[in-house]
């Protein structure tokens, strides 16, 4: 049998001498190296923070565009299909990237990226976009007002502050679950990584499957029912993911609330272009991302709080009671009859 060797310390004094020397080298390496990968490390922040900033401009400009160049009527619709190919993107995004990285290692995924940003602006710039543009000043008064009328239209029109406080309500939700799935999962369900690959995934096909159903549904009924009813099948969801604990159950409440979210999503973009005026579009969807940007942060951050004061299965309940909260607070402010109201009287 083999017993393991146990090194002998050396003299104190040899220790020294043979050590000393080594360790300020390794020391030295050592510290190159920590400052290369900080350094490394800055440089990937400080390249995410500016495609983050650039990226914002993009939304705005979408809505722009899109209340540009589709009829009024058609809004709904073309929303509803911007929102599918959005979601299917990013639920085939990551198979595809990993697909890359196999193949042809991961800065493939950078080379791509970038061809489809440029293939983007090559796409969005044969269109033609007629549109005058909005009175502004160059005085910093003026850049103030300008910053803070979106805010102002959005929250003194009743049926847009509604809808987009139900949108922003949601999207929070969203992001305050989000994280504790991967904990639902492993701690509830008592399963791996194939089962939260699942519960994930079915969110994100519940969002293709609401924004695919919503146009159809919405066709007689006006935005706001639209919001409602998103609302009450997103909260159903959540509070059934709250009480059961079954893996088939999870997977079709996760599938319920990504359809709630679609309907609401939709809903709240089509009545946003449709209300505001279109020298005020750019400033007011502004104001929809920021405020929507804030949302998600805000449910990122409190997640983990939450599930430690509360228990996860708590939070889920929470969440689902809120939700129920706030459209009890629209049915009493629309009225029965102006709920089911067509989209002509939106």
């Not at 009175?135 to 809808?163: C, E, M, W, Y």
């Not at 104001?287 to 709080?305: D, E, I, K, M, N």
């Amino acid at each position: 049998m083999l017993k393991r060797a146990t090194p002998k310390p050396l003299p104190s004094c040899s220790t020294a001498t043979a050590a000393g020397p080594g360790d300020r080298h390794a020391s030295r390496d050592q510290g190159e190296a920590e400052d290369l990968v900080f350094l490394r490390l800055g440089q990937l922040c400080a390249i995410f923070i500016a495609l983050s900033v650039v990226s914002s401009f993009f939304g705005p400009a979408q809505s722009v565009a899109l209340r540009t160049l589709v009829a009024k009527e058609k809004l709904l619709a073309a929303n509803a299909l911007m929102s599918q190919a959005f979601y299917a993107v990013r639920l085939l995004s990551p198979v595809v990237a990993g697909a890359l990285v196999a193949w042809l290692t991961e800065k493939s995924c950078f080379y791509f990226d970038a061809f489809s940003f440029y293939f983007s602006a090559a796409m969005i710039g044969s269109l033609l976009i007629k549109r005058d543009a909005a009175p502004g000043s160059n005085t910093v008064k003026g850049f103030l007002d300008q910053l803070t009328s979106g805010n102002r239209f959005i929250f003194t029109h009743p049926s847009l502050a509604f809808v987009i406080t139900s949108m922003v309500s949601a999207m929070f939700m969203m992001s305050c679950l989000s994280p504790l799935f991967s904990i639902y999962v492993r701690d509830i369900l008592h399963s791996g990584v194939f089962i939260y690959g699942l519960v994930s995934s079915a969110v994100g096909v519940g969002l293709i499957g609401g924004t695919a159903t919503v146009n159809r549904f919405g066709r007689e009924r006006s935005k706001k029912s639209i919001v409602l009813t998103g609302l009450i099948v997103c909260a159903a969801g959540v509070a059934l993911l709250g009480i059961f604990r079954a893996v088939p159950a999870a997977v079709s409440t996760t599938f319920t609330k990504g359809f709630g979210i679609g309907f609401v999503v939709v809903a709240a973009q089509t009545l946003m272009q449709q209300e505001t005026p279109p020298a005020m579009l750019g400033r007011v969807s502004s104001s929809f991302v920021s405020v929507f940007s804030l949302a998600q942060v805000l449910g990122l951050v409190l997640s983990g709080h939450l599930a430690v004061w509360f228990g996860i299965r708590a939070v889920f309940l929470l969440c689902a009671a809120a939700l129920a909260l706030i459209v009890t607070v629209g049915l009493i402010q629309h009225r029965p009859a102006e709920i089911s109201a067509g989209a002509e009287t939106d």
